[in-house]
């Protein structure tokens, strides 16, 4: 189970494997999936072959050997008996927006950190979503909510909400989300929610045309935030929240990651090798977006450089607070 509802429950790190648990498997920070365990089946990779049934009953967080490895005669993309491993993880709201299917673009952890602290989610909030497109943030808002506030999430399209079901019954969070099919844009949210939302988040093509039904469905002082990937789509949604909301602010989060390893780095060019500065240059050139810096230190080298596939600009957020009556 993705989250914890039941306080008296061990978390899912602490428990063992079973049948039917979904573990994400690790191969590197760029490498991973999620998958069902079932008895007799395998799973096969660059580093061999894994079976299902010799990961029942182990713990989360363990180191597993491919079914070459375990036998002594290693795997292929492994070394010796040191080789032919994965990791299998619990599953987590972060881990879960690096391994679902896409079916649509997707907030990524740092969009989705920030919607979350500017909502000022906490445990018992209700929120609204739309659209429910690949239930990235989806999940996140469930942990922030559990175990007993409610995320109601839409989508028009009939097949992507009937596939975002599924993930979630199969991430335990049924109790938590709901899914609906409609089009929030022309029908506006259901009044069954009127004044009951604590927060509401719109993924939306056409977002100023569902923020006069979000301002009646939030309590007062809720939190609206609404995701736009172009900046026209802002300006848009802004004049429509002037008339119900104050504190308008867009923010655009910008993330770079870096890696850091002894020796040379694997794929360096002789450019970003040439590119290095010593230690002590280090937070000049970082300022100056150098692009590799090789360290010496006590005869080793450490090299660091911006990841090639960290990713940056997904869209532009904008909150705004619902204007308290008579203000």
């Known amino acids: 189970m993705m989250v914890p509802l039941d306080p008296s429950s061990k978390p899912t790190s602490q428990r063992r494997i079973a049948e039917g648990d979904t ?37 989360f967080g363990c180191k597993v050997h491919s079914a070459a490895s375990a036998g002594g005669g290693g795997a292929r993309g492994g070394k010796g008996k040191g080789g032919g491993f994965v990791h299998l993880l619990a599953p987590t709201p972060e881990l879960w927006t690096l391994v679902l299917s896409h079916r649509t673009q997707i907030l990524y952890l740092a969009d989705i950190s920030l919607v979350v602290s500017y909502l000022e989610l906490v445990p018992g909030c209700v929120v609204l979503e739309s659209g429910t497109g690949s239930g990235s943030l989806t999940t996140s808002l469930a942990r922030a909510v559990a175990p007993h506030g409610r995320v109601c999430t839409f989508d028009f399209h009939d097949q992507r909400a009937a596939s975002a079901r599924e993930d979630f019954e199969r991430n ?5 989300i709901t899914v609906a099919v409609r089009d929030i844009q022309g029908q506006g949210f259901p009044e069954e929610h009127t004044g009951a939302a604590d927060a509401v988040f719109l993924d939306l093509p056409q977002p100023w045309l569902a923020i006069p039904s979000a301002g009646t469905m939030l309590k007062q002082d809720g939190v609206l935030c ?25 923010f655009e989060i910008l993330l770079r990651t870096y890696e850091v390893r002894e020796g040379g780095l694997k794929g360096a060019t002789t450019n970003e090798e040439s590119n290095a500065v010593p230690l002590a240059q280090k937070k000049r050139k970082l300022l ?12 080793s080298s450490v ?17 705004a607070r619902l204007r308290v009556h008579g203000n």
């Open 303 to 319: 090299m660091v450089r911006p990841c090639s596939t960290a990713r940056g600009h997904t869209g532009y957020l904008t909150f």
């Open 288 to 299: 100056a977006a150098a692009e590799t810096l090789d360290v010496k230190q006590n005869s």
């Open 172 to 176: 335990g969070l049924t109790s938590i």
């Open 23 to 59: 573990v994400v498997v690790y191969e590197r920070h760029d490498a991973m999936r999620a998958v069902a365990v079932r008895p007799g089946a395998v799973l096969q990779n660059r580093f061999g072959v894994f079976r299902h049934d010799d990961w029942i009953g182990r713990p």
């Open 226 to 250: 609404s995701f736009s990937p172009c900046i026209e789509q802002v300006q848009r949604a802004c004049e429509a929240m002037r008339s119900c909301f104050t504190d308008i602010r867009t």
